[in-house]
């Protein structure tokens, strides 16, 4: 756009509208706890693991799924699930107290080509270049993966890098291209590619996928996920009393409409049998660990591992070490039947509480035993990885996978939940601080406020968890949305956090422990974030201006709309015409992929799982889940897009200072500075100006200048409010698969990034392939300039239930929240916000300059931890874009 | 003894696609160097009599389905030395 003009590079710090750039001497978070010495091991072990990937899950699914053409579809996928998960090989590391994992390497993963075959072909692969020609490309292209840490971005020896994150023996690679040329024109993104063209207005859909006004496809992606597990049947039954009760229902269904009932817990027998060979792979192994050891502490230990395993296969938990167990087998067992992410173990210190409190009655366990279990079952959720393309493990999850454990909260009789192991919970993520699981804090007034300032405790050293949320707002959006399900209030308080941010309706499960009954919350509902996925907000704004062009590729997106955009109105009315047809097409497209999906390859361990899928004999594709309104519409960028119509009515309509078409131009210039994506750099305050930078000074001035949103400003937040209340209504004018009505959810994960490298600068004066706002009620980075509690009263200038969620990104000096007294203000701070009608807060307690040392020398800060967006990540294994973006975001240092 | 791997070693425990431990001495150790005296042959395909070879890195398992030889067998039913 620019390589015709002048670059010579101005250094006048006048000129420079983002602030000062930060000085020297970096401030130090609040001392942290060291783990065990267990744990502290098996950290250091994985950080300096590899992301890994193997062939051996994928080859036994797709030979076994080929030896059963003909087979009654769900019953196939059964058999292949089965015979994958029977031929895991088995690994227990020295020292680990919970055994299993995903795959054979630590960080292990795997290709499900079932799902989409194409994308991890090499470049001369034929169906690699039929892939490429598709839209679905383009959000891989403008995405930067984190260049260190556990990711394989080069390939060396004989590794080779599949994605820029996942290494792959040099060896298994022609079988993995062959394994994946035999699900091609079968697997779910290929089959619905073909009925997806079907649509009408499928052309326009193509072209904003390849406009990158939409992330990705969702049928295809990440199809399950943004959701809470459900433990329940597992510890009320044991794996042989589940298939008991298959066995009961196949014999009263067999031959009974509905016959998919029959087909259902066949399948589900089936699947059983292959865990339960799984898990004693594992049991031998230990055994086989224990015959080479001369250590006998660790050699009891193996022994104990695979007693316990050997029993888990066939029966319930007999104690808390057993239940933990369990709850990580089936976790790890619906991570493997899908690609997906967040996957959350939800309320899980309530869950195995009963157990806990038996344990710890009778003596046999201790506080300290405790928290050294928690933190080896931290250590084994941060290894998790999900195996996908560069757009969506890089552009969207940044290596993340969201299993996002809740604590606190109501029961089922409405009194506060939170409890002693939730307690313990919070200090191992704090003695051992590792991204997963991250933590989420129910908010209730009825929590006790010592286990409040736990909670402050926790988030004040840095580990931004947990996330502080309101579970009246909550409760408020479940009942609204679910009502029509038959939620009731009591219900409505058994929610938790599914992924990131998703707020998952959750039931209460009667679990039976020697005599006694607990009631225990767990998810039950599937995926409640799939549908049309990531809507650039910023982008559909440009399409708008420029009469439904994307400028960058020049390709015809939305048919033109021929309006002279003469009043504020009608840039509104546009915006809302071309957002609506976006939502229409993609709404379809997604419809037939997740049917497809389920078609294909139905889910049948997370079925299991979810009420009430085992008394209806009907899996989650077939809404035998309690709760089914479940797909929802994502967007991106929404304070860009506000603070943009903000400035458009101020600077041309309300006070005529410039015109729209000098607007468009300075707009296509990027008021004169050089893009991002030329200069490689994303953050905001290190833009690089061109010789033409002064023709366009006033204009991007008077952009800057615009009200912003985050302010307490009405003239912004009423454009805010505006399009939060269009958004959430519009919504439901679409439905799902399952014939319900759509919802809004807010929140956008780490795709401002890449949707900001393709949108041009914004009427707000933001560059061009620049980083959006983060969240969706963060102000833009140093565009809140009146505090705290101001940008409060711009975030709540709207009723956040009406949405599946909000999210507030605040990132803290360590100075303000020191001591005692700092973490009293800083509680008050937090109460202040949810109790104006926040959902959701979050923090990053660090010193800008430390992230900025950090990104110069990463091998210093392996362990450092930022929040990015509902989820903790390791800086070294973030992106550029994102990394640059959580530098420029304000830094408060003072609450009032 | 310099041709073998520890990659190929059943004593070897993976952690990623470059590293792992020996399972018997608890030493950290790369996937390809060579291997040690007390190497024993893994349980893999490539050491299965069910096992052809037809081109690098490909083969058939039983004469019908296309397998490869780094593929771990240790918990094939049908491994046979």
Known sequence: MRKDQDISVQTDDSLNYYGPIPGEGIAERELKKAPTPRAGKARQTYLEAKSSASVEFPYWYTRRWEELEGEVPVIRRAEALKTAFSHLTPGIMPGELLAMRKAGYLRGSFPLPWLSEAFFLSKEDDLYKEAQKAGKASADEVTTMGQGGGNVTKSIGNVISIAGKFGLRKEEMPILIKTAKRWFNKSVDDVGHKYEQLIPGYQTKEEIMRAVICMFDSGYTLPQGREVINYYYPLQFGIEGIKNICRENQDKSAGQPPMDRLYFYRAVIIMLEGLQKWIMNYAVEARFMASLEENETQKSEYLEIAERLDWLAVNRPRSFHDALQLTWIFHVAVLNEDAISGLSPGRLGQVLYPYWKEDIDKGVLSKERTIELLECMRVKFTEIDCFASMGVVGGVLSGNTFNNLCIGGLDKDGNSAANELEELILESAMSCDTPQPTLSLLFDEKLPEEFLLKGVECTKIGTGYPAWISNRVAMEFLLNNYGKEGMQTEEARAWAIGGCLETSPGSWMPLDLNGKRHYIPGGSAPATSVGVHFISLPKVLEAVLFNGIDKRTGRRVYPAHDSPLESYEEIWTAFKQYFSLTVEVLTLANNIQHDIWGKVTPSIVNSMLKPDCLDSGMDISHKGSRYNRTFNVEICGGVNLVNSLASVKKNVFDEKKISLKELRAAVEANFGYLSALETGSYSLTEQVKTGTFKDWMKIHKLCLDAPKYGNDDPYADNIFRDWQIWFSKMCENYRSLYDEPLYSCQISVSTHAPMGAVTLATPDGRLCGTTFADGSVSAYPGSDKNGPYALFNSATCYNHASSQNSQLNMKIHPSVVKGREGSRKFLEMIKAYLRRGGFHAQFNIVDSRMLKDAQKNPEKYRGLMVRVAGFTQYWVELGKQIQDEVIARTEYEQFG | ?81
Do not use: W
């Not at chain 2, 042959?41 to 096992?51: E, G, I, L, P, W």
């Not at chain 2, 052809?52 to 398992?61: E, I, P, Q, V």
């Open chain 2, 1 to 81: 003894m310099n041709e073998i791997k520890h990659y190929d070693c059943k004593y070897y425990l993976n952690i990623d696609v470059f590293k792992g431990i020996c399972k018997r001495d608890k030493v950290s150790i790369n996937a390809d160097d060579p291997a040690c005296e007390s190497f024993k042959y893994a349980q893999k395909c490539k050491h299965c009599s069910n096992f052809s070879a037809t081109a690098d890195n490909l083969g058939t398992c039983m004469n019908s389905y296309e397998a490869y030889p780094e593929m771990n067998a240790v918990t094939c039913d049908d491994f046979k030395q």
